[in-house]
């Protein structure tokens, strides 16, 4: 099946520090998906991201498609304490009459913790 | 409005006890989706409803029960657990078509089993 391997596990930043973490894919996705989850909580969808190659800002959030369809980033600006959490990618390959609609792979998570 | 919800929110049963976990969504999304989540783990995918119907359902063991009464409401019957089924459940819907990739998911239900 599909492995998604996301990097970093965790990371211990400073308050004002920037963010960044990614995915990547042995095999292509036409779609990316980062959540947030704190804890106690469900995932919160942050950025979506559709077509190879975009680019997307959310706030102090971007994430990007990566060109090979393979890989994405999340990079955070100017992190504040609130921004501690789980974070996940997710990719979906939707095919013509299967049944892999509906169907996310996630990454393992980056477990962010900001030091004020 | 991306608001899923879910009750109850803590839940402990014993082994022989028969539960079951809600979940609304008002999107007006045909997709709807039960997950398990462990600690620090991502969620795994246990079920999908599409247009009401049971359209996957991830080899999960039969003590599990999903049903879909209406398009807004999903249900998870619980029997028969045992302890390693302790773990956040999470619903999540979406639309179809294109904005099917975009899962929203409910608060969960953190369930125990003793």
């Known amino acids: 099946g599909q492995q998604l391997n996301q990097s970093p596990q965790s990371m211990f930043i400073q308050e004002g520090e920037d963010v960044s973490m990614n995915c990547t894919s042995s095999?292509?996705?036409?779609?990316w998906l980062w959540y947030k989850q704190e804890p106690g909580e469900g995932p919160v969808l942050l950025i979506a991201?559709?077509?190879?190659?975009e680019l997307t800002s959310n706030g102090r959030l971007t994430a990007q498609f990566g060109i090979t369809r393979k890989d994405s980033f999340l990079n955070i600006s100017a992190s504040i304490p609130s921004d501690v959490g789980i974070y996940f990618c997710?990719?979906?390959?939707?095919?013509?009459?299967?049944?892999?609609?509906?169907?996310?792979?996630f990454g393992q998570g980056t477990i962010l913790t900001v030091h004020p | 409005d991306t608001e899923v919800t879910q009750t109850p929110k803590h839940l402990v049963m014993g082994m022989t006890n028969k539960k079951s976990l809600k979940c609304e969504q008002h999107?007006?999304?045909?997709?709807m989706y039960w997950y398990k989540q462990k600690a620090k783990k991502p969620p795994e995918l246990m079920f999908v409803?599409?247009?009401?119907?049971?359209?996957i359902n991830e080899s999960v063991p039969s003590r599990f029960s999903p049903e879909c009464p209406n398009s807004s409401l999903l249900n998870l019957h619980l029997h028969a657990l045992q302890p390693e089924d302790s773990a956040l459940y999470l619903c999540?819907?979406?639309?179809?078509?294109?904005?099917?990739?975009?899962?929203?998911f409910g608060p969960g239900t953190r369930l125990t089993v003793t």
């Open positions: 409803y599409s247009y009401e119907k049971l359209s």
């Open positions: 095999s292509i996705f036409n779609t």
């Open positions: 999107m007006g999304h045909r997709a």
């Open positions: 999540a819907s979406s639309q179809m078509g294109r904005g099917s990739y975009e899962q929203y």
């Open positions: 997710a990719g979906q390959l939707r095919r013509a009459g299967g049944t892999s609609y509906g169907k996310l792979t």
């Open positions: 991201l559709y077509k190879a190659g």
